[in-house]
């Protein structure tokens, strides 16, 4: 069972553009949403997470969008850059389970042209 | 500060034979895990564990194991490869206090 599903596999944009990555979760125990950024032969790293009382959180050009009621979050990355070109991971947790386990989407391969 | 450091970086097997990947974190860590990630299914949890001595099962364990018999070091043993474990294996640690996962570069492992 899929817990978190992640959407679209993947996405090209046009520098200047917006990119949007949308996931959706099913467990309602989950109480943060992180999203991690890999680079090519790098390990995935932290790009922003969000807890679910709050609708939006925004640092820089990267915002993520959450709907509690939808069980849905989304990252919006404004002003697409070649550098931003990436896998984008979304992910959720429980805070305070033990285990800190995070599951993750299937993750989006976004490349942003000149 | 090394952060967390995967040993080795690549490796390739012939179905059958066994190896031992090597985790080392310098953060003092309690929360340390095994991933796999393949095209198109992202990062799955093979095993982790909550401190010193403890392990546990993730989402895809078999045909792996694990020890974490100190703090720092978290290894992930391959007792006889199948061509279903080439992968790019990732370690990642966590802390008390931090709110995110600190990746190795991985470990690129093919079996044939």
């Known amino acids: 069972q899929q817990q978190v599903k992640q959407s679209p596999q993947s996405l090209i944009v046009q520098k200047g553009g917006i990119s949007i990555i949308n996931c959706a979760y099913e467990n309602t125990a989950f109480d943060y949403f992180p999203w991690y950024q890999q680079f090519p032969g790098k390990g995935p790293a932290l790009l922003i997470a969000?807890?679910?009382?709050?609708s939006e959180k925004k640092e820089g050009r990267f915002t993520i969008s959450f709907n509690k009621s939808a069980k849905q979050f989304s990252l919006h990355i404004m002003d697409s850059q070649p550098g931003d070109s990436a896998t984008y991971f979304c992910?959720?947790?429980?805070?305070?389970?033990?285990?800190?386990?995070?599951?993750f989407g299937k993750g989006t391969k976004l490349s942003v042209i000149p | 500060n090394a952060g967390v450091t995967q040993t080795p970086k690549f490796r390739v097997l012939k179905t059958g034979q066994s190896m031992t990947l090597l985790c080392a974190q310098d953060?003092?860590?309690?929360?340390m895990y095994w991933y796999r990630q393949d095209p198109g299914m992202g990062l799955r949890l093979i095993h982790y564990?909550?401190?010193?001595?403890?392990?546990a099962k993730g989402e895809v364990p078999d045909g792996y194991n694990v020890s974490r018999l100190k703090k720092q070091n978290f290894l992930l043993g391959l007792e006889s490869a199948a061509p279903s474990q080439t992968s790019v294996y990732f370690c990642?640690?966590?802390?008390?206090?931090?709110?995110?996962?600190?990746f190795g570069s991985g470990t690129q492992l093919s079996v044939l």
């Open positions: 953060m003092n860590h309690e929360y």
């Open positions: 990642a640690s966590f802390g008390s206090g931090d709110e995110k996962l600190f």
């Open positions: 992910a959720a947790s429980i805070v305070g389970a033990g285990s800190y386990q995070l599951t």
């Open positions: 564990s909550v401190g010193e001595g403890t392990t």
């Open positions: 969000i807890r679910p009382d709050v």
